[in-house]
């Protein structure tokens, strides 16, 4: 059954999550169906909206989200199928300060996704001196370890390998990749989420740009 809010909040939060998808579809960043949205509701603790599996990312309305529990990301019975991708957003909630999470199939991220990924061993990509650094928040602007996840077909064994990793990381960002696959950014508002995933892209622009090439180890 397809999503009604029951508060303003949840209307307002199903709305933005739209609008945001919209924007990002325009951008190129969610060809097709790919992508996935997910924000906590307001004065609801515990529960988060998400975009519903398959759908045309630049046309959701608002019956296209699905409530679950944000930290477990199981949803609220008698829906449509949340996002194939619930339980990654959930381990971001469950270990992060996430209020929103975005994830996207954006270019130049993807392509750092696809040089960068190892054949089923998680690593990191390290991103140093470029001022767009400043633009994540993170204790020391002056070096990123972006983490890039083997892209397991079973999608709950990418979400165990983001929990393990990302709490326990503190030159992690506030995103991470998945080889072959895309980027997944989260902020304390969608708005933070969108200006950190802004700079992640850039910033893999310049990488894929650079003759230097990827500086790329191995974690696990
Ligand atoms: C268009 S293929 C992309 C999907 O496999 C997936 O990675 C994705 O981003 C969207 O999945 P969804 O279940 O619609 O949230
Ligand atoms: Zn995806």
Redesign the pocket.
Known sequence: MSYTPTTVAARQTAQQLAQFSRTLYERGWM??????LSMRVPRAPGRALI?????DKGDLRIQDMVEIDAETGRPSPGQDRA???TSLHAALYRTTDAQAVI?V?SPHATAVAHRAGLDGATSVVHIERYELLKGLGLDDPAAAKLPVFPNWARVDRIAEDIAAHVPADPGCPPGLLIAD??ITVWGQTLGQARNRLECLEALCQLLVLSPAGLNVTRVS
């Open positions: 060809p097709g169906t790919a992508g996935n975009t519903a599996s398959g759908r996002s194939a991708e994830h199939h696959h895309g």
